[in-house]
């Protein structure tokens, strides 16, 4: 086990590696330019000391190679300066990851916008899990009954809905017509007393529910279906011959065989909490990791683009190992040496 | 005219109030749908940087509503007749208010605003106000409170420094290690800069929200009613003009570039106000004067190829220009497209008032029969398939423009229109960051224009035009020279126009400036060096219990906070 899970994290440094390189270059062979929100008015000559201020006129290479070392070297130095209060080496000469747009470190940007995202997002991934697993069992063990069939009903729509639309659809039902919950969500916010906790509750429920519904809407189709093969199999008549209780044989045997797809998608959307929900949140203004991610992206801001994606590739990386050594605990057939 | 100023706005707040006092109105809401990325005006990457700053530093003198120079942090705007620009025109000279200070409490000073002529002006620093000090030989200290900015040539409209938002006067205690190269890791003094206006900072978090409180130290004793103030971006423009106008969660609004009927559904909810302000913004067609044929392979849109003259093969031809522009129906244009956001216009200059020339208004009306009469007179002739040609040359456009889906929906109009008389358009459109990049290894820039026809929106900062209609000039023509980053985008050329961009930067009186600018704009207008379409303006929204909002083309939106009240 151990072994395994050391080979598959050797093997993930040349991956990652590559897949960083294939990041900056697909991004530096991209037609964009950070000037290019500037107003019109801003001319030419203007524009190109700006982006000679920003390090654009070195070549490819060296850019790469500059960013490489801010990522793998001084970025965690500095993370762990901070943490710990320990000066290592030139630590003010050091040059950290700067954004083109903010002109501030791109680590702190994330760290940031690191806590409404985990909020709204990671509540919301929860939730849908929660919420899916007793629906997607129920719904496959009494199949085609009225429970079923309003769950797979409920469940298509959120599926097949897009969130920019169930989103405008809350704000104008819940925000707009009924004015229970705000439209425009504070990032600003502390929660101190029960009072700012009941304002943080109020602006979260909109952009959860969408998210959640979502969610929930995918696990339980996911987990219906794979009920739905376990249920037949042989070994599940065999659990009933020895006379089993019925819920052992569904919440014990079932259901456990039924998880294994189902853990890996969940695993691998982990990642995806991290990256947050771009649509969702540029609805509501939450104003998270995506909404950063999006914003870079429009603003041709190459180096907050380059370690956001780059950290999502790094997280994927690591949860498909998460998910490789789930399989062990859950499946005994399975076993890595 | 500073005090008068001050003693209107008092006025106002008394008589709106009752009794004004710092603070007194609470919180006030600032939605823009694009977030504020830094606080920095110099740095900033847009309008919206710009506005959220202007709450905190500000210039010397600002542009009122009408663009109007108003005296801000001084007590009067120089000129020649007082003295304060010299007779020469070479030098400008500015006195500071008395008694100006800091939000932290210290003096402002001359060494203050030559600071920040020398931060802006520094080769590393990628300033982007750069263009404002333009002919710049010195800026220098005369004592405490004078500031005397000296130019290389005789500079007719001195007021490019240290005017408007865009060159707000930044603290040297604060700035001083952050000049050059260090301007870009200097974060926290760009996300929280010490100014002299009605709010300061209290957080700033980049690309999401910015929160101020009232300025203890600010000139205005009752001033800024509002105690406090959140900026917070993001969204988009429709969900934003809804916080304002129907759910009152925000107080004010910038830049709704909404479908004009579903704003128009929005203000019947009784909310809030729409206010809109039109400044220099002119969206227009270009027309290339150059053949753009992709077989020219280097030599394409370039004025000369392997050394002969290298025109367009129709849009050379005058008749056609004018034909398209006959064409065009630009009331329809702006009712679907602009709403209130928009008024047709028939000049590429249609701003300050001052300047907008009336001779070309005839374009207003479309006249369909009398461009086919036109075309049928010059020789282009309905070829098989409908498409007018001459001597074997179809008249066949490609028409580009940025992605954006008022964009679309006009160039479908116009590709309408111009079947109607003959030509057969192809529609393309480029996603802004490319179309407005300035990368020169991309065919798809404004700039390289392949294509026969395309359509933005250009303007000027400020209120004179000198620069804006110098960039019509042959030497801007925009070619490989220049990486394809000359403001000559029809790349026409013109010694009579040339030298009237001359006379106009030796020319000082403003009624002969006004003179010389509107001959300028009737030329390239009567030349059809480009279509104008467009006069866009700006549209916010502010809540019907906010008072003293006076929207502004020529400043920051946001210029006139301090005087801002809850009724």
Redesign the interface.
């Known amino acids: 086990m151990f072994t395994f899970v050391l080979r598959r994290l050797l093997i993930a440094i040349p991956t990652l590696l590559v897949i960083s390189f294939v990041i900056f270059f697909i991004l530096d062979s991209a037609p964009n330019d950070p000037t290019g929100n500037l107003p019109l008015t801003i001319p030419p000559e203007v524009r190109q000391k700006i982006r000679d201020s920003l390090g654009l006129d070195q070549p490819m290479y060296v850019r790469y190679v500059k960013w490489l070392r801010q990522f793998l070297i001084y970025e965690p130095l500095n993370l762990l300066e901070e943490n710990t209060g320990i000066k290592i080496g030139d630590s003010e000469g050091r040059l950290r990851i700067v954004s083109y747009a903010t002109r501030s470190p791109v680590m702190e940007l994330i760290a940031e916008r690191m806590p409404q995202t985990l909020w709204v997002v990671g509540v919301a991934y929860l939730l849908g899990i929660i919420i899916s697993i007793p629906i997607g069992v129920i719904s496959a063990y009494r199949q085609y009954s009225i429970f079923d069939q309003v769950g797979t009903f409920v469940s298509l729509i959120g599926f097949s809905l897009p969130t920019f639309f169930t989103g405008l659809l809350m704000i104008i039902i819940f925000g707009v017509k009924l004015r229970w919950f705000p439209s425009v969500y504070d990032t600003t916010l502390v929660v101190k007393d029960w009072k700012t906790f009941v304002l943080q509750v109020k602006q979260m429920i909109m952009p959860v529910t969408v998210l959640t519904f979502f969610n929930a809407s995918r696990l339980t189709r996911f987990l219906r279906s794979s009920m739905l093969d376990n249920l037949n199999m042989d070994y599940v008549r065999t659990a009933r011959a020895k006379g089993q209780k019925e819920q052992v044989v569904v919440w014990g045997h079932v259901l456990r065989n039924s998880l294994i797809p189902v853990v890996t998608l969940i695993a691998l959307g982990i990642p995806g909490i991290f990256g947050g929900a771009i649509i969702t949140e540029q609805i509501f203004r939450v104003n998270g990791l995506g909404q950063l991610l999006i914003i870079a992206i429009q603003g041709a801001d190459i180096p907050l683009v380059q370690t956001l994606t780059f950290i999502f590739a790094v997280l994927i990386v690591f949860f498909n190992i998460i998910a490789d050594v789930a399989y062990g605990f859950l499946d005994p057939r399975i076993r890595y040496s | 005219m500073k005090i008068r100023l001050t003693v209107v706005l008092l006025l106002l707040a008394i008589f709106t109030l009752g009794l004004a006092q710092r603070g007194s109105a609470g919180h006030v809401n600032i ?1 823009y749908w694009q ?1 504020a ?2 606080l ?1 005006p110099y ?1 900033s ?3 919206k940087d710009i506005e959220a700053a202007s709450l905190v530093v500000e210039p010397l003198a600002r542009c009122d509503q009408d663009g109007n120079i108003l005296p801000w942090l001084v007590d009067e705007v120089p000129t020649i007749e007082n003295g304060g620009v010299a007779a020469d025109l070479t030098s400008i000279t500015w006195k500071l208010s008395d008694g100006l200070v800091w939000s932290d409490g210290s003096p402002v000073t001359s060494a203050d605003v030559v600071f920040t002529g020398e931060y802006c002006m520094d ?6 106000s ?2 404002q000090f333009d002919g710049v030989a010195s800026i220098e200290a005369v004592d405490d409170s004078t500031i005397k900015i000296t130019f290389d040539a005789p500079k007719p409209f001195p007021y490019g420094p240290f005017v408007g938002a865009t060159t707000p006067i930044l603290q040297k205690a604060q700035f001083a290690d952050c000049i050059g ?1 260090n ?5 926290d003094a ?2 929280a800069p010490i100014g002299t206006g009605p709010f300061v900072v209290t ?1 700033f ?5 910015v ?1 101020y409180k009232a300025n203890d130290n600010y000139r205005v004793a009752d001033q800024p009613a509002f105690a406090t103030a ?1 900026f ?5 423009a429709a ?1 934003a003009a ?2 304002v106008l ?2 009152g ?2 107080d004010y609004a910038w830049n709704l570039q909404v479908e004009p009927e579903i704003l128009a559904g929005m203000v019947a909810a009784g909310k809030g106000t729409v206010v809109t302000a039109f400044g220099a913004n002119v969206e227009r067609l270009m027309v290339n004067f150059t053949n753009d044929d992709p077989s020219l392979g280097d030599y394409r849109s370039l004025q000369f190829a392997n050394g002969a003259p290298n025109p367009h093969p129709f849009l050379a031809d005058i008749n056609v220009r004018k034909a398209l522009s006959m064409a065009i129906d630009r009331e329809i244009l702006t009712e679907i497209g602009y709403g209130k956001a928009g008024k047709p216009s028939c000049n590429v200059l249609a701003a300050p008032a001052a300047y907008a020339s009336t001779a070309n208004d005839g374009c207003l009306v479309q006249d369909i029969e009398g461009a086919n009469k036109l075309l049928d007179d010059a020789g282009w002739l309905p070829g098989p398939g409908g498409t007018r040609e001459k001597n074997g040359v179809p008249l066949k456009i490609l028409y580009q423009t940025s992605t954006n889906s008022v964009r679309q929906g006009t160039q479908a109009l116009v590709k309408e229109w111009w079947k109607e008389i003959g030509v057969d358009t192809e529609l393309r459109n480029i996603d ?3 179309f ?4 020169p ?2 065919p ?1 820039t404004y ?1 390289k224009f392949y294509a026969d026809i395309e359509m ?6 400020g209120t004179d035009p000198e620069v ?1 209609m110098a960039g019509w000039t042959c030497d801007e023509a925009s070619d490989v020279t ?2 394809w ?3 000559n985008i029809p790349r026409y050329c013109d010694p009579a126009y040339d030298a009237l961009a001359a006379k106009l930067s030796s020319t000082a009186a403003f009624a002969d400036r006004v003179a010389i600018v509107k001959e300028m704009n009737d030329m390239l207008m009567k030349n059809y060096v480009m279509i104008p379409l467009i006069h866009r303006g700006s549209v916010s929204a502010h809540s019907n219990t906010l008072t003293g909002v006076q929207m502004n083309a020529w400043d920051s939106e946001l210029w006139n906070i301090a005087g801002w009240n809850r009724k």
């Open positions: 939605l977030a990325s830094t920095n740095l990457g847009g309008t080769e590393n620093s990628g300033c982007n750069l263009q190269a301007a870009q890791n200097c974060t760009n996300f957080d978090r980049a690309n999401d929200v929160t959140t917070k971006g993001g969204g988009d969900s809804r916080a129907e759910t969660e925000a802004a960051a490319v407005f990049g300035g990368d290894a991309s798809d700039g933005y929106t250009n303007g000027f900062n804006y220049n990486d980053l000359g403001s």
